[in-house]
Structure formats: C-alpha cells, structure tokens
C-alpha cells in the first residue's frame, strides 16, 4: 500500500525537550569552548562521536560547502556546550569530495575504514549523492544528506541513507506549482541543469504544472559545469508566459545576467530557484533586471517583517546578518535557503541517537530504527526554518516553502506553502530492507 503524507491535525506545539536558552543569554550568541570544557561523566566513555562531513570544499558545490561548514561548527559548539550526545563530546571530520560523484564514494570509505566516524553527513549535490549512497549502504554507513533532489524520497538508495533536514524537490515544486499556474501564467519554459538535480525539476515540476491545467513549451538542460549560456536562451519560445529557471555552479551570476541582457526590458514573468543565486548579492548592479521576478527559497534570505525568535537566534549563531550576508564581511553572501539543514539535520542525529541510547557502531542499527520512528519536528531553536513531519518509511522530511519576490534589491515573501501543500504519494519503504 502505499502512503500519502498528511500535516497532524493539530497545531504542532513546542517540544518540551528544545534545548535550554541560558546558554545564549547576554549577547544572544553561543561563546567557543573547547572539547573538554563540558564534563561528560554521565557518558560510558568520553569518546567522541564522531561526524564526518562529506562537503563540497571545492569544484562546483564550493560556495555552498563553505557555509554547510561553518552551520555545522556552530550547530555543534552548541551541541558540545550542552553536553554532547549521550554524554559524549562530538567531533567533526571533514573530507572534502570535489563536488565529484566517484569521490564522493572514496571519501564515505575513508570515513568508514579510516576515521571509523559514526555517521557520515552533509552532501548536497545529486549526482554525488547518487555516486555515494551505494557505498555507505554496502558499508552500513548512516548517510544523513543535506540536499534537495529526489533520490532519497525515491526508494532507490537504501536503508542507511536519510534527508531529515531539508525538502525533496518533488514537494517543493508540487506546493509552488498552483500559485505560480494561477499567479504568472500557465505556459511555462524551464532551464535547468542536465544532472539528477535538474532531472528532478524537469519531471515533477512539469507533472505538477498540467495538474493545474498548465503545459511546458520547452525543456532547455544546461550542463552544470557552462560558464556561458547565451547559445540556450534563443531556445525560449516567444509565447512563453513564465520562465522557470534553476541553476548551479560558479557561473550563476553569469547565468542572470545574460538572461537579463537577452530579454531587456521585455520578458516573460519570471520564476527561480535561489540556487541560480545562492551566494550572490541580490545587489549587483546587473541584477536590477529581475526586479519583479520571484524564486523559490528554503528559508528566506533576508530576516522578513514578522521574523521569529528562531531565525533571530541561528542567524547570531551561524554569522549572518539580516540581508543574509556574513557577519564578517557583507561581501561575503550565504547560501540561507539550503544551509540551515546541516543545522536542523545534526540536531535530529543528536534527538535519534538519544532515543536509540547510541554508544558506538554496535548500535548503528538502533540507531537507524530510531530515525525511522521520528515523526515530527516543531518549529524552534533546533528546526528554526520551521516545524516539519518526517516520514520514517521514505526517510525523507516535508515542511513550508517559501515564495518570494525580488524588491528593490530584496528578497520578499510573498506566500508560504503549507506542510500539506507538498504532499505526494510516497510508494518507497525503506523499512522492509534488511539492516
């Protein structure tokens, strides 16, 4: 039988188990310690628990893999402050994969036979994704990925492998579907990355827009590694009504830019991911042609009007200011939208291992039975993009999507989906595998 997700009836409330505030009073931001400075007596042993993080150092996925670690070094000097997990201090080992698929197989091995880490976590580009996940399996390697793409969701990775802190794209594009069919128009044109990504936009974007009644005129696939893309953009039927674009890689602003060069003032309306901008200044003097355009974003870039507690809170914690650029230096711009699952995914290995009294591999199946039995995540200072139900079958989590508008060189929300807006039916069980 198969399953379809369903937001609880009830309001989700907040857990009593967030984690205390004291912490963070007076400035609002955690202060550094070192591993030892909590006890950890409570523990068996003081061992750490070990994580390692598969991150795109370099390659196409840098921009990204910069930020996923520096979330991850401040979600866990948080986690460390407190106590650990189980009593235990955590430890971070970093392996950087290229953003490449094959060494993205070799560093899940290295973590598994070399630095013998507990789980392993972080990776956002599909097709490295896809390029590893049959490894950690044949290695019984928990593989918690911080992405977007359906792989997961799908059914076709395996019982170690779990997207607990960010939506597939299949749910994403499901809940945005009907606004942008009723709000910009109903002939659509997609640009897209030629990777599984990519593919994932082609396909369930396009199933959701004739749902509502809409048609793709035409399907442009760019590879993600194209540094110049005025040789596609001729490609854009002239009755386009909505041009949807999603792009990755070092050569986004470039992507823009000449989208905005080949339409002057004339254009369709226009709908993006933020990935075709995650780390870049909204700013940029090239960039005033998408005034008016919208794109879709996890977690809005700039704090909003009615901004919570929460997001007040891991802003302080991660760096970022309200435009969503680094403390540091304003020059320097996160990737907001995505970045907040390494944040969100650690604290659900923290809650998982906890249920599961987690004290080394021996108990990684416990662990995995754990992941599984998790159900929903409220909104607060450990899920600060807001509250989430998990399904334990597929091993993927569905929450809120945001839609924004490009104003006056800002990003506005304009609609936020609900849970239930991004439902699908789920076909995939993971559970029936063996561990």
């Not at 599984?196 to 827009?209: C, E, P, Q, W």
């Not at 009644?213 to 040789?231: N, Y």
């Not at 919208?294 to 700039?302: A, C, K, N």
């Amino acid at each position: 039988m198969s399953d379809t997700i369903i937001k609880p009836k009830s309001a989700l409330t907040r857990r009593s188990t967030l984690l205390g505030m004291g912490a963070a009073a007076g400035a609002g931001i955690i202060t550094s310690a070192a591993p030892g400075f909590v006890r950890y007596s409570q523990a068996q042993t003081s061992e750490p628990i070990k994580i390692g993080l598969e991150l795109h150092r370099t390659g196409i996925g840098a921009s990204y893999g910069r930020w996923y670690e520096r979330v991850t070094n401040a979600a866990v000097k948080i986690i460390n402050e407190e106590g650990g997990i189980n009593g235990r201090p955590v430890e971070i080992i970093v392996e950087d994969d290229g953003t490449d698929p094959k060494r993205g197989a070799e560093v899940v091995e290295k973590f598994a036979t070399q630095h013998k880490v507990d789980v392993t976590f972080g990776t956002l580009f599909s097709h490295v994704v896809m390029g590893a996940a049959p490894r950690a399996g044949e290695l019984k390697m928990p593989y918690v990925v911080v992405s977007e793409g359906f792989h997961v969701a799908s059914g076709k990775l395996n019982r170690y492998c779990f997207q607990p802190g960010i939506t597939d794209v299949r749910s994403q594009v499901t809940a945005m579907a009907p606004w942008i069919s009723k709000n910009l128009g109903k002939k659509a044109t997609m640009i897209f990355p030629d990777y599984a990504f990519g593919h994932d936009h082609r396909d369930y974007f396009s199933a959701a827009m004739k749902a509502q009644g809409g048609e793709i005129l035409e399907l442009i696939a760019v590879p993600p590694t194209e540094s110049s893309f005025t040789r596609y953009l001729p490609r854009i039927p002239s009755d386009t009504e909505v041009l949807y674009h999603v792009m990755v890689g070092p050569a986004v602003l470039t992507f823009v830019t000449e989208l905005g060069q080949f339409y002057g003032s004339q254009r369709p309306e226009i709908f993006g991911f933020i990935d075709s901008l995650e780390a870049v200044d909204l700013a940029t003097p090239q960039l005033d042609f998408l005034n008016g355009t919208y794109f879709w974003e996890g977690m809005p870039r700039y704090a909003q009007k009615d901004q919570t507690e929460w997001d007040k809170f891991y802003r302080a914690a991660v760096g970022v200011d309200d435009n969503g650029a680094s403390l540091a230096d304003p020059k320097d711009i996160s990737t907001y939208a995505h970045m907040f699952g390494c944040w969100e995914s650690l604290f659900v290995i923290k809650q998982a291992m906890e249920k599961a009294n987690y004290t080394g591999p021996k108990d990684k199946a416990a662990f995995i039975e754990a992941m599984e039995s998790l159900e929903k995540f409220d909104e607060g200072r450990e899920h600060p993009q807001g509250d989430k139900v998990f399904n334990g079958k597929n091993h993927q989590v569905y929450g809120h999507q945001y839609i924004s508008k490009v104003e006056d060189g800002k990003l506005n929300v304009v609609h936020k989906t609900s849970i239930e807006d991004g439902a699908y039916e789920v076909t995939a069980d993971y559970t029936k595998m063996a561990l």
